[in-house]
């Protein structure tokens, strides 16, 4: 099995969705502060990041979207839920921001020669 990161990059002004905190990262100490401070000629940096918890790369919870006080927040869901075989589904041909319909998902598995089996990931490519 090929594994592929599908992480987007992290950067200050990178889109996120409205209403959402922006991406920020900062310098809180860098080479050359330390090194003022620390004698020995060891030096170091470190950044700041501020970042809203649906932005960049993210997976929703189920607390996200289920309000039982027994929905699994993202700590407590099992690790293998993040990865595994996956299949892209092209549906590019839809309208923006419409809903995707169990025959659409049909019609491009067909045409992607690939059926979705159970613990697989679908990527849908929207253009």
Request: charged fraction near 25%.
């Given at each position: 099995?090929?594994?592929?990161?599908?992480?987007?990059?992290?950067?200050?002004?990178?889109?996120?969705?409205?209403?959402?905190?922006?991406?920020?990262?900062?310098?809180?100490?860098?080479?050359?502060?330390?090194?003022?401070?620390?004698?020995?000629?060891y030096?170091?940096?470190?950044?700041?990041?501020?970042?809203?918890?649906?932005g960049?790369?993210?997976?929703?919870?189920?607390?996200?979207?289920?309000?039982?006080?027994?929905?699994?927040?993202?700590?407590?869901?099992?690790?293998?839920?993040?990865?595994?075989?996956?299949?892209?589904?092209?549906?590019?041909?839809?309208?923006?921001?419409?809903?995707?319909e169990?025959?659409?998902?049909?019609?491009?598995?067909?045409?992607a020669?690939?059926?979705?089996?159970?613990?697989?990931?679908?990527?849908?490519?929207?253009?």
């Open positions: 099995m090929k594994v592929i990161d599908l992480s987007q990059e992290i950067y200050t002004g990178m889109p996120v969705f409205p209403g959402h905190a922006k991406t920020v990262i900062f310098d809180t100490v860098t080479y050359e502060e330390t090194g003022r401070i620390l004698t020995d000629g030096c170091y940096r470190t950044n700041g990041l501020l970042l809203c918890d649906h960049p790369t993210h997976v929703d919870a189920v607390s996200h979207i289920d309000p039982s006080p027994d929905a699994p927040t993202i700590d407590e869901m099992a690790l293998e839920t993040f990865f595994g075989p996956g299949v892209c589904l092209d549906i590019s041909h839809l309208p923006e921001h419409s809903l995707i169990p025959e659409d998902i049909m019609r491009a598995e067909e045409k020669v690939r059926r979705i089996e159970a613990g697989d990931i679908v990527l849908f490519y929207t253009g």
